[in-house]
């Protein structure tokens, strides 16, 4: 391919070859296409239908039960629930009507917006978190063993940590995703995946509901 400079054409370039997948790799592509598409939307129908949250707005609420005194900046909390400002805003104003949030303006040297759950957004939580869990069961955690959960989790944010690394440090903070290193599911894993009660109410534990006295 000719290639135009500011002195008109300079060189010859040759585009590199493209590296089609191959029959293995893309029946793995396609699997994963067909569940990045299906599950969310499968997760979605549950929370509209038995508690009137979208997927998103569930994880907003999780990511702040989990903050410090329930509370955090809007861009902070963005990267939290994995989505755009102009998404969390929507998310925001339609929990905030709900009065399951308010918003609280920070001013001085860092004027910022942040986010506060409110206790009517926690009791909405854990109204919201057993349907939530169940789903998550029947789709996911209880159709595969615990070495395949393992795997799937470790995958993930694997590729999390190529799209977006700031949500791979929240995910894995202690850098035990790195590249050939592979999770092995604990005897006895009930609950938790790592062998404890977990807390967390949309993650791999999925074990009880949420309670303040959890959080620190």
Known sequence: MLKSGYGGIVENVQEPPVQWLTAGQLREWASLMALVTMLPARLDAQLSRDAGLNLFEYHVLVELAEAPERKRAMSELATYAHGSLSRLSHAVSRLEAAGW???????????????QLTDAGMAKLEQSAPGHVGEARRLVVDTL??????????AAR???AVIEPAVSAILDPHGQDAPGIVPQAKNGDQGGRDGTSCTRVDHVGLSREPRVEDRP
């Open 101 to 115: 949030l308010q918003r609280l303006s920070r001013r001085g040297a860092g004027r910022r917006t942040e986010v």
């Open 145 to 154: 063993a615990d070495a395949e959960l393992a795997g799937l989790g470790h």
């Open 158 to 160: 694997r590729i999390v």
